[in-house]
């Protein structure tokens, strides 16, 4: 694809997202199911009159993880309040890593033995799955929480949970990949535990010092647009030096750069500098996530539905039951422990039912390599996944955020 052909496509997307997001608004439907929907409705007529859209799936890899996912990523880390989420840190910091594990684990289960077909569909898949479809996104559930004055510690839990519970699956979805294109085997699995441990840890180390260095730069830089792209060229350096020079984790190098300028920039920065800076990061996580969803839609296709029915059906309930488990099965426990402020059992509710899929389950949907041979079946159930969260999970969180809320 040519440069003026990708610039005209990027600007016509865009274009497309802000005249549909009123449209979404008068018919209250959520900004990102619109997108879906307007994506593929529009792929479909333009393929209908013979036009080549010129998206190629080959494409979608590096331009997710170099492009959106940092965005994404320290957009989320750069906003987060770190003292409070310190209050419940052990919640948060639970539901992204070992519930996570938990959910993953169980969501892999049941979509193996409800597929059903060990050589088409095996365990690395089944894991690949469960760990794509616990990525959450609570950007719409936050929105209503606010609406409904629902208390501030369910929008940190939500917004913590899904910042590291992010990083993690990332993390963990790369390390599945690699032992799915080399093949897997005892020591190939026991190499990915240390270089999981390696490649978190390490990338947390290198995120914090350029986070560092950076915040020590802006007591120099006093303009507001600087003070913007250091943030920005922080974001994407961390994550290029962690991923493509110490081959670490890229993902954990910006959110913890993320969430370490943001706290120390948050009580430093006067106040019109620090609104213009989460302005600038308001538009960059806005491209992102139009671009993603629109993506989405333009590459979801009727043999989703008409071949991989089934498979997403199982999907579906796969990552309900799994969520069910993970959080009244681990929450309740965890409120158990001295200095550990308990979550009552309503607001455990809204937690189960908030943790709806979005943006990084799609962008890692589209990234799959196509050389594996269940790479359609795990991006059609990832699919059918969000759109049931969507169009079903996300409207039905309204009456539940009222009757447990208050």
């Not at 987060?80 to 519930?99: E, G, I, K, T």
């Not at 690395?124 to 004055?149: E, F, H, K, R, Y």
């Not at 948050?266 to 302005?279: P, T």
């Amino acid at each position: 694809m040519t440069i003026p052909h990708l610039l005209s496509l990027f600007m016509a997307m865009m274009l497309v997202a802000i005249l549909i997001e009123p449209i979404a608004k008068w018919v209250r439907l959520p900004f990102s199911a619109a997108l879906v929907l307007v994506g593929f409705l529009g792929s479909e007529i333009i393929v209908s009159q013979g036009i080549d859209t010129g998206i190629r799936w080959h494409s979608f890899q590096d331009l997710i993880f170099y492009v959106f996912i940092p965005v994404l990523v320290f957009d989320s880390a750069f906003r987060l309040n770190s003292r409070r989420l310190f209050r419940d840190l052990v919640y948060v910091l639970s539901l992204a890593v070992p519930l996570m594990l938990l959910a993953a684990g169980v969501t892999a289960v049941i979509v193996y033995y409800g597929i059903g077909h060990p050589i088409g569909f095996p365990w690395i898949a089944a894991l690949l799955t469960g760990v794509l479809l616990s990525a959450t996104d609570p950007v719409a559930v936050v929105s209503m929480l606010n609406q409904n004055q629902a208390p501030k510690r369910l929008e940190l839990l939500l917004e913590g949970e899904s910042l590291f519970n992010d990083a993690t699956v990332i993390v963990v979805f790369g390390l599945l990949i690699a032992i799915a294109q080399s093949g897997s085997d005892a020591t190939d699995w026991n190499t990915a535990l240390v270089r999981f441990l390696a490649t978190f840890f390490g990338g947390l180390i290198i995120g914090g010092v350029i986070g560092g260095l950076a915040s020590l730069l802006t007591r120099f830089l006093r303009r507001q647009e600087i003070l913007g792209v250091v943030t920005l060229i922080s974001a994407y350096f961390s994550y290029l030096l962690a991923e493509d020079v110490f081959h670490l984790s890229g993902v954990m190098a910006v959110l913890s750069c993320g969430l370490l300028l943001g706290e120390m920039q948050r009580h430093r920065m006067h106040i019109d500098d620090w609104n213009m800076v989460l302005g600038l990061w308001n538009f960059n996580a806005y491209v992102a996530n139009a671009m993603i969803f629109l993506l989405a839609g333009v590459t979801i296709t009727m043999t989703m539905f008409t071949d991989r029915w089934i498979a997403m059906l199982v999907g579906v309930v796969a990552v309900i039951v799994a969520r069910v488990v993970a959080v009244f099965g681990g929450i309740p426990i965890l409120g158990w422990i001295p200095g550990v402020k308990p979550i009552p059992p309503g607001q455990q509710m809204i937690i189960t039912f908030g943790g709806v899929r979005g943006a990084v389950t799609l962008a890692l949907a589209l990234s799959l390599p196509l050389e594996l041979d269940y790479w359609f079946t795990i991006q059609s159930i990832a699919y059918g996944v969000v759109l049931f969260t969507l169009f079903i999970q996300a409207p039905a969180m309204v009456p539940i955020i009222r009757r447990f809320g208050r």
